[in-house]
Each structure stands twice: as structure tokens, then as C-alpha cells.
């Protein structure tokens, strides 16, 4: 399977934007990049997912490098309510998903 | 509002004997449903793939006698610890995906406890 490797954690400030970074250097050319974030005690909620383009949606964007070998999840202005656990992961479409050990996102505020 | 539901939420039973955790997709039909576990302070570990009338297909080490999944119709697959131990409790999440639209939508977990 194809792995990602992602920061354990990282700090934001209310407010202000945060860029979560996803190394996948081994992604195939069928694995779309799939973002989930969860919170304390409840399931995971899906953020946004894209294959090549960069993608907008009311939650994020997200940032795929040319190469395709790494993304970056953008959170235009972090909540408090933004604090979980975002994962990263590449699977083939609606394909079963394997996490990682994910970022913890602490907003400061 | 949810899209897949867990049910029940929170679970304490005793050694050896089962439990069953249902999961039921609200407003489209899933062929197909997977069940991760999830340990304290750990990521989520795929434990099955659950298909709609067929059998399960298990991830490496997991037992597929002890964890009894059925997926009898478009909507409900359930997950069944049997005699369960300590060791087993463990916050259980499903998710199905919905139509082709990329996403995996997740219940809200069922927390097991054995004593």
C-alpha cells in the first residue's frame, strides 16, 4: 500500500490559515489523496479529496504538487473547532482507506 | 445530518459473552461497508470489508471467528465480538461509501467495554 507521512502535530493560532503538509512519494497513478479529520470521541469527517487538480470546497483546499509525491491541506482560517486529527490518505476510488497516524492540529486561541 | 448510523454508541458487557454493533447506511444503498477499531490514542486499523451478500473480507491478523460480520441487506451490516475480552474494548467505527462520489462516510463509533 501506498504510505503517507504527515507531521504528529502542529499548532495554529484562531484565525489564522494553516497549511498541513502529506509526503506521498510512492502514490500510484490511480490513488486520489483523500483528507478525513477526526474529533475527539466521534468518527471521522470527510475534508476533501482530488487526484491531480488543486480543489476547493467550503471546508478547504487542497494543494497537490505537480509531481503528484505530495499535497498540503489549507484551512483558509482556523476555528477552534478545527482542532482534530487530519489524516492523509491515498486510495484508489471509494476504495477502502488505511490510516496513518495522522496530524493533531492544536488551535491556539 | 449523519448519513451512517452506529448503533449502540456505548456498550459494557462481561467476559465471554458477544456483542453485536450495527451499522446502518440512512439515505443510499452500500454494497460494500468497512469496520476499523480504534485504540486510545491510536489511529483507526482497518479491520474488514463487509459486502452485501457475500462474505467478509479480513484484514491480516483479524479473526474472522471472533468477529462475525454480516451484511444482509443494502443498508445494514453488523459486527459481532464474540466472547469478547479485555482486550477487545475498543472504540468501533464503520463507513460506506456513497455512490461515486469519493467520499467514505463514517458512523459515530461504538465504544466497547468488557469487564
Known amino acids: 500500500d501506498a504510505k503517507t507521512t504527515q507531521p504528529n502535530s502542529m499548532e495554529s493560532n484562531e484565525e489564522e490559515p494553516v497549511h498541513l503538509p502529506c509526503n506521498h512519494s510512492?502514490?500510484?497513478?490511480?490513488?486520489?489523496i483523500h483528507w478525513y479529520r477526526q474529533l475527539p470521541s466521534q468518527g471521522p469527517e470527510y475534508v476533501i479529496h482530488g487526484l491531480t487538480s488543486n480543489v476547493n470546497n467550503r471546508m478547504a483546499s487542497l494543494a497537490i504538487a505537480e509531481d503528484r509525491k505530495s499535497s498540503t491541506l489549507i484551512l483558509h482560517r482556523a476555528t477552534l473547532r478545527d482542532a482534530a486529527v487530519y489524516y492523509c490518505?491515498?486510495?484508489?476510488?471509494?476504495?477502502?482507506?488505511?490510516f496513518g497516524a495522522g496530524t493533531r492540529l492544536t488551535v491556539k486561541p | 445530518g449523519a448519513v451512517v448510523s452506529q448503533h449502540p454508541s456505548r456498550v459494557i458487557c462481561k467476559s465471554g459473552t458477544s456483542v453485536k454493533i450495527e451499522c446502518r447506511s440512512l439515505?443510499?444503498?452500500?454494497?460494500?461497508m468497512f469496520w476499523y477499531r480504534q485504540f486510545p490514542k491510536q489511529s483507526l486499523m482497518l479491520m474488514a470489508t463487509?459486502?452485501?451478500?457475500?462474505?467478509?473480507?479480513?484484514e491480516q491478523g483479524v479473526e474472522k471467528d471472533k468477529f462475525l460480520i454480516n451484511h444482509a441487506s443494502l443498508t445494514l451490516s453488523t459486527l459481532t465480538v464474540t466472547s469478547a475480552h479485555p482486550e477487545d474494548s475498543s472504540f468501533y467505527i464503520c463507513s460506506a461509501p456513497r455512490g461515486q462520489t469519493g467520499e467514505l462516510f463514517f458512523g459515530e463509533g461504538s465504544r466497547l467495554t468488557v469487564l
Open positions: 439515505d443510499f444503498q452500500a454494497t460494500t
Open positions: 463487509s459486502n452485501e451478500g457475500s462474505k467478509a473480507t479480513y
Open positions: 490518505i491515498l486510495s484508489e476510488y471509494n476504495n477502502d482507506m488505511r
Open positions: 510512492t502514490i500510484s497513478g490511480t490513488d486520489y
